[in-house]
């Protein structure tokens, strides 16, 4: 080529540019309010802070009981936005008084219906959600329920039964958390009460607004809106907008509304109306039972947090390339921090066993590092010269990482009494 | 003595403070890259300005919680929240059951407009080319992508139509340097552009695109 042809190009190049970057714009800047949303974020994540991983079967108890909670928040958020008289103070009062409740739920996404709900709460820990199809019409629902729901909590321990009536099929599910110290199981509070004690805790009576007035099944309701965590997805950073109409006449609540997302990020509005306080609730709504010749599945979960638990002596764990040096050694290991398991007990289906260990800093910073920059290579841990697995490099916590110990063939159990030092009590679990 | 007109100047945050979680550093350090990480992610999002705001507050999040990770040594901080971001774009994305990381839009690009852009030095684009409204988005996705330094000095001089001479004052720099900075933020400019650009017809061939 030659110079002129060069040149050429270099200037068809340096227009070819300057017409390009004429087509851009000032990048948008973050809105004002956003910015002052995630500071305030921003300031309450803790040093060595890290995202806990929720396993499955919980997070469908938690979206129960969070649906569970939101009504009870906003029977409280009512009784402490309103002008008359009232003081958030009689809200623990009012909560107290509530131990039962049935109401019903309907779910939009944009214009159509996608769930039609009727739950029931008995305290201490009891719940039923009866799942309905979509379009079963409005007004009482004469069809049964496609899906049922009942779990039964108490601290540290979740039991469950998920029921499909039309396929004749049950599912029981157990979940514990054990822990062997102070710290707190990682399982968010199932206790009723407690949610929602905590709930009200982080909205303040003055976050609360009116909204004007309607009338309501010829009933006259005066409005209020908030905004709250969205705790039903497990995602508390995210708010939820709702809105509360309650009798003028009385003040009992006649319908809820709150707008929200699905985790697919689809814009759903959800109507809570027809709601009983304190009804009889039969204990049979909440028997775990599975009729007889229906087909039954069972899964249990266990996790045990381990607050100062390591290797036991002898035991040895290595962590390195596959057929190279390791990159840690033992000593490197500063504890382990959670085990997990998940069983199949009617099933061929094998025990699922998981470990979490904490690494030192600069241990994990360089196996880290060395993945990075090596990525056509495995990593590869070396339990006690037994087994060699695969590790999930990225726990939950900025030092944590995860693998598998099922290949050993033993429970959580046992694993913890030959290789760990923990003094976790399981009383027979 | 002149100043080198590299992308070197990222502010000046204490990283020890900010491990610490200390809540002044914290807010220096949010306000030094709240914009410049939200205009990253807009237009990675289709402009769906709710959208951004979740992915942005994920980022954030997300970075202070691993901030032990980040090495200053290593690199830079506005390249390492871009490198979270984009995870945090993939999930969010995928959570509204998108398969690909752009919007649909993207589609129409097709291969006759990859090879005007890869030929950008050989022959002046057409009018037509820069009509369309997926190469001014593309522009616009690409300066999001370059050093803080450089997305500053072409704004200025773009956007902001400012002289050589006042960009120069701003910067602190004489005008030659201005000149450098300037030539070196349009070269900033092409390589990401071409990338970008590169990546999303590869991506349309295998049914992904992620930039």
């Given at each position: ?7 050429n ?14 087509l ?12 002052s ?6 300031f309450?994540v ?38 008359a008289?009232?003081?958030?103070a ?25 769930g039609?709900n009727?739950?029931?709460y ?10 309905y199809?979509?379009d ?6 004469k069809?049964?329920?496609?899906k049922?729901?009942?779990i ?31 710290k ?44 709250i ?12 907008h709702?809105?509360?109409w309650?009798?003028?006449?009385g003040?009992?609540p ?13 814009n ?64 490197d ?90 003094t ?6 | 003595?002149?100043k ?83 995870n ?24 006759e407009?990859?090879?005007?852009i ?24 690409a ?59 590869k ?9």
């Open positions: 080529m030659s110079g002129m042809d060069k040149n190009d270099q200037k068809r190049l340096d227009e070819n540019l300057d017409r390009l970057l004429r851009g714009e000032p990048a948008p800047r973050m809105p004002e309010d956003l910015k949303g995630i500071r305030s974020k921003l309450e803790e040093q060595g802070s890290g995202k806990k991983n929720i396993p499955p079967g919980r997070r469908t108890v938690w979206a129960l009981a969070a649906a569970a909670a939101l009504v009870f928040f906003f029977i409280a958020v009512w009784n402490g936005g309103a002008p008289g009232i003081v958030w009689d809200v623990q009062g009012h909560l107290d008084q509530v131990h039962t409740l049935t109401f019903n739920g309907l779910t939009r996404t944009g214009m159509q219906v996608t039609r009727k739950v029931y008995k305290d201490p820990g009891l719940s039923r959600s009866e799942e199809p979509p079963a019409g409005s007004g009482p629902v069809e049964g329920p496609r049922i729901t009942i039964r909590r108490e601290p540290g321990r979740n039991e469950g039964v998920t029921l499909y009536p039309g396929a004749g099929r049950g599912e029981l599910f157990d979940s514990v958390v054990l822990t062997d110290g102070t707190p199981p990682s399982q968010p509070p199932m206790d009723l009460a407690s949610f929602n004690w905590e709930l009200m805790k982080e909205t303040a009576a003055d976050k609360t607004r009116r909204i004007g007035d309607r009338v309501i099944n010829g009933i006259p309701a005066v409005g209020f809106e908030f905004e965590p969205d705790r039903v997805y497990v995602n508390p950073e995210r708010q939820v709702a809105k509360l309650a009798s003028a006449d003040g009992a006649l319908l809820i509304e709150v707008e929200s997302r699905d985790p697919q990020g689809q759903m509005r959800t109507e809570y109306s027809d709601f009983r306080w304190n009804v009889p609730l039969d204990e049979s709504l909440f028997d775990l039972a599975v009729p007889k010749s229906w087909g039954l599945s069972r899964t249990r979960a266990e996790t045990a947090e381990y607050s100062d638990a390591g290797l036991a002596p002898g035991v040895t764990l290595q962590i390195g390339p596959h057929g190279r040096d390791p990159l840690t050694e033992t000593e290991v500063a504890g382990v921090v959670r085990g997990e398991q998940l069983t199949h007990p009617d099933s061929v289906i094998p025990r699922d066993v998981r470990l979490t260990i904490e690494l030192n800093p600069e241990a994990i910073q360089r196996l880290r590092d060395y993945a990075r920059a090596n990525r056509d290579e495995l990593l590869v841990v070396d339990f006690n010269g037994q087994i060699k697995v695969v590790p999930n490099l990225y726990g939950t916590g900025p030092s944590q990482l995860s693998f598998n110990l099922s290949l050993l063939d033993l429970p959580l159990a046992e694993l913890e009494e030959r290789y760990f030092t923990t976790i009590e399981r009383n027979g679990l | 003595m002149v080198r007109t590299t992308a070197q100047s990222e502010p000046e945050i204490d990283f020890r403070r900010l491990r610490r979680r200390d809540k002044e550093e914290v807010g220096r350090w949010f306000d030094a890259y709240s914009d410049p990480v939200y205009g990253f992610i807009f237009y990675r999002v289709g402009r769906d300005a709710d959208l951004a705001g979740d992915v942005a507050q994920e980022t954030f999040v997300s970075a202070l919680e691993t901030i032990e990770r980040f090495n200053p040594r290593r690199g830079e901080m506005f390249p390492w929240l871009t490198y979270i971001a984009r945090c774009i993939r999930k969010a994305l995928r959570r509204r059951g998108r398969d690909e990381a752009l919007p649909d839009f993207w589609n129409a690009v097709d291969h407009l990859a090879r005007a890869m030929g950008m030095g050989s022959h002046i684009f057409p009018e037509e080319l820069l009509a369309q409204k997926e190469i001014a988005e593309l522009v616009r996705m300066l999001t992508n370059l050093p803080l330094r450089y997305q500053t000095a072409l704004r200025r001089c773009y956007f902001e139509e400012l002289s050589l001479h006042e960009i120069a004052a701003m910067e602190g720099i004489n005008q030659g340097a201005a000149k450098v900075l300037l030539h070196r933020a349009k070269l900033a400019f092409r390589a990401a552009f071409e990338t970008i650009s590169a990546s999303i017809f991506g349309q061939g295998e049914g992904k695109a992620t930039p």
